[in-house]
């Protein structure tokens, strides 16, 4: 039996993740690598079977062709080659929505896929980074052709040796975050597998678990007590349209709560079940990051002492988190809140995007546009997503003009005056802006609701760029009417 043919989606997403909680605290006590392996993919196999039906085979597809493409070739343009073929498979399956009897919009199917490519890719860069090392040692000559235009904050671990088929399979099937991730890389996965006995015997998982209950309680009530009293379904009646302009622009401000919220249940389940298998557990010493994992390593660094510690070793899960909630809420800007939601993948985006050898060298506006485009399409062809990315790009960088050029150079009330507008429009309207793009969806929705409140964050936005315009213009002539006047 079909389980997305009797569950709601967002009920197999709950499912999967607390049963995942259950399987990992399981497999973590498992200490013969293979085996761990091969239990955490099977189950992967099973949830897809379970969740998807068919749409399963997508999944199949994408990871046997990708494995074959980094297998077969041993060039430096391998995982170039990966990327371009694991986005147009993306873009196909995306495709595949808009014929109703070609996807079941019910599966977890897609979810699955956003995860499954960004996962491709990154082993693929990472093998061949690999390679890469290998030779250099072998022959004793620095190849200059990078894979990657890696900054040294973005350096991370390398492999100790290259995964084999089997091995990039499991790690594509295996069950930890599957549709919902945190994203992480293989050799993230790689030191789960070998985690020593003494090491995952002694990790508090529990002690983890507990430390963020509270907020994830508090993220429960917040998404189910709004969400009845505003649901997002309103915002497409025409009841809504009827209703004053005031309300209609704050009516995204509950939705952004709502939106976060619920996102944030799903993440921090989904955390539970990394910690709780020892996925992304890392010692505190080596200061990991979401998604780089350790950023303090040497090189060839196996991370795990087979011989144990006699000291007390503080371990921590920040390779996995994937939402700062609480920094997020209390950011001061736009900007910054992005800062702390779904970091994992924004390593992922930094790394590959952002810090590529294509965009080496070019203007950073440049390079945040073409994050925010490769994040739209990543997600689908749904108008929402191109509103809610590069919109995101587009408010951030008015943002920063308006602060940098406007309110930087006011004191005492009218300086607060200003902030508290600034934080009102762009952190909280601007915050709800951009899940209310997510929850529209649909260009008719969207356009409707735009037009209703004159485009709401993105005129805010327009007229804080003209303003920012203006005021460097004037500043410049001041300073030019001072160095005039100014005597010898």
Same mark, same amino acid.
């Given at each position: 039996?079909?389980?997305? !043919?009797?569950?709601?989606?967002?009920?197999? +997403?709950?499912?999967?993740?607390?049963?995942?909680?259950?399987?990992?605290?399981?497999?973590?006590?498992?200490?013969?690598? *293979?085996?761990?392996?091969?239990?955490?993919?099977?189950?992967?196999?099973?949830?897809?079977?379970?969740?998807?039906?068919?749409?399963?085979?997508?999944?199949?597809?994408?990871?046997?062709?990708?494995?074959?493409?980094?297998?077969?070739?041993?060039? /430096?343009?391998?995982?170039?080659?990966?990327?371009?073929?694991?986005?147009?498979?993306?873009?196909?399956?995306?495709?595949?929505? +808009?014929?109703?009897?070609?996807? $079941?919009?019910?599966?977890?199917? !897609?979810?699955?896929?956003?995860?499954?490519?960004?996962?491709?890719?990154?082993?693929?860069?990472?093998?061949?980074?690999?390679?890469?090392?290998?030779?250099?040692?072998? $022959?004793?000559?620095?190849?200059?052709?990078?894979?990657?235009?890696?900054?040294?904050?973005?350096?991370?671990?390398?492999?100790?040796?290259?995964? &084999?088929?089997?091995?990039?399979?499991?790690?594509? +099937?295996?069950?930890? /975050?599957?549709?919902?991730?945190?994203?992480? *890389?293989?050799?993230? +996965?790689?030191?789960?597998?070998?985690?020593?006995?003494?090491?995952?015997?002694?990790?508090?998982?529990?002690?983890?678990?507990?430390?963020?209950?509270?907020?994830?309680?508090?993220?429960?009530?917040?998404?189910?007590?709004? /969400?009845?009293?505003?649901?997002?379904?309103?915002?497409?009646?025409? !009841?809504?349209?009827?209703?004053?302009? #005031?309300?209609?622009?704050?009516? =995204?401000?509950? #939705?952004?709560?709502?939106?976060?919220? *619920?996102? /944030?249940?799903?993440?921090?389940?989904?955390?539970?079940?990394? %910690?709780?298998?020892?996925?992304?557990?890392?010692?505190?010493?080596?200061?990991?990051?979401?998604?780089?994992?350790?950023?303090?390593? &040497?090189?060839?660094?196996? #991370?795990?002492?087979?011989?144990? $510690?006699?000291?007390?070793?503080?371990?921590?899960?920040?390779?996995?988190?994937?939402?700062?909630?609480?920094?997020?809420?209390?950011?001061?800007?736009?900007?910054?809140?992005? @800062?702390?939601? !779904?970091?994992?993948?924004?390593?992922?985006?930094?790394?590959? #995007?952002?810090?590529? @050898?294509?965009?080496?060298?070019?203007?950073?506006?440049?390079?945040?546009?073409?994050?925010? =485009?490769?994040?739209?399409?990543?997600?689908?062809? @749904?108008?929402?997503?191109?509103?809610?990315?590069?919109?995101?790009?587009?408010?951030?960088?008015?943002?920063?003009?308006?602060?940098?050029? =406007?309110?930087?150079?006011?004191?005492?009330?009218?300086?607060?005056?200003?902030?508290?507008?600034?934080?009102?429009?762009?952190?909280?309207?601007?915050?709800?802006?951009?899940?209310?793009?997510?929850?529209?969806?649909?260009?008719?929705?969207?356009?409707?609701?735009?037009?209703?409140?004159?485009?709401?964050?993105?005129?805010?936005? %327009?007229?804080?760029?003209?303003?920012?315009?203006?005021?460097?213009?004037?500043?410049? @002539?001041?300073? $030019?009417? =001072?160095?005039?006047?100014?005597?010898?």
């Amino acid at each position: 039996m079909v389980l997305h !043919n009797i569950l709601k989606r967002d009920h197999a +997403y709950l499912i999967v993740v607390f049963l995942s909680i259950i399987a990992g605290d399981f497999t973590r006590k498992l200490h013969d690598p *293979r085996l761990k392996r091969n239990l955490s993919a099977a189950i992967g196999f099973l949830i897809a079977v379970l969740f998807c039906g068919w749409e399963m085979s997508h999944l199949m597809i994408s990871t046997c062709v990708g494995t074959l493409i980094i297998k077969t070739l041993q060039t /430096g343009f391998m995982p170039r080659i990966v990327f371009g073929f694991s986005f147009l498979y993306r873009l196909f399956f995306c495709l595949l929505t +808009y014929g109703s009897a070609w996807r $079941n919009e019910n599966t977890l199917a !897609n979810g699955i896929q956003l995860i499954a490519m960004i996962k491709m890719i990154s082993v693929a860069y990472e093998i061949a980074e690999h390679r890469k090392s290998r030779s250099v040692h072998s $022959n004793g000559i620095p190849n200059g052709n990078s894979v990657l235009n890696d900054p040294s904050n973005h350096k991370s671990l390398h492999l100790l040796e290259e995964p &084999s088929t089997s091995d990039i399979v499991c790690y594509m +099937y295996c069950f930890l /975050g599957l549709s919902t991730g945190p994203f992480f *890389r293989y050799r993230t +996965y790689h030191d789960m597998l070998h985690m020593p006995k003494h090491v995952s015997d002694s990790i508090p998982v529990m002690g983890m678990i507990l430390s963020r209950l509270p907020i994830f309680i508090v993220l429960v009530m917040l998404s189910t007590a709004l /969400g009845d009293y505003f649901p997002s379904e309103y915002m497409k009646s025409d !009841n809504f349209y009827e209703d004053s302009l #005031i309300y209609r622009f704050c009516y =995204v401000i509950p #939705i952004g709560f709502v939106g976060m919220s *619920r996102y /944030g249940v799903v993440w921090f389940l989904s955390e539970f079940s990394f %910690t709780a298998a020892g996925l992304g557990v890392y010692p505190e010493a080596k200061k990991s990051q979401p998604g780089r994992g350790p950023s303090i390593f &040497s090189e060839n660094d196996q #991370i795990w002492s087979m011989k144990e $510690n006699p000291k007390p070793v503080k371990y921590d899960c920040e390779a996995i988190t994937n939402i700062y909630i609480v920094e997020g809420f209390t950011s001061e800007t736009y900007g910054k809140t992005f @800062r702390y939601w !779904n970091c994992t993948v924004q390593w992922w985006l930094a790394h590959y #995007i952002y810090a590529s @050898r294509i965009l080496s060298g070019k203007h950073a506006l440049l390079k945040w546009i073409a994050v925010g =485009v490769v994040s739209a399409v990543w997600h689908g062809f @749904r108008a929402g997503y191109y509103f809610a990315f590069v919109g995101m790009v587009y408010i951030t960088f008015a943002e920063k003009l308006l602060l940098s050029e =406007v309110t930087c150079g006011l004191t005492g009330f009218s300086k607060n005056v200003a902030d508290v507008l600034h934080y009102f429009l762009f952190k909280v309207i601007g915050i709800g802006s951009f899940m209310t793009m997510f929850v529209l969806s649909s260009y008719e929705d969207i356009l409707r609701y735009l037009t209703s409140v004159y485009f709401g964050i993105y005129s805010i936005a %327009t007229l804080s760029i003209l303003l920012a315009a203006a005021s460097s213009v004037l500043s410049k @002539r001041k300073a $030019n009417f =001072v160095a005039k006047v100014k005597p010898e």
